[in-house]
């Protein structure tokens, strides 16, 4: 969906939490989606 910058490089021990983060980025992707779209 979106790409940071060195996200393709940076894959070692912060996946995890960078999974994380882009989960719950997402989340409030959807949310702010929803609730703009009523």
Do not use: E, I, L, W
Not at 4 to 12: A, C, F, I
Request: net charge positive; hydrophobic share 35%.
């Amino acid at each position: 969906m979106f790409r940071g910058p060195g996200r393709s490089t940076v894959v070692t021990s912060k996946t995890a939490s960078d999974h994380r983060t882009a989960k719950n980025f997402v989340c409030q992707m959807r949310r702010a989606v929803a609730a703009s779209a009523g």
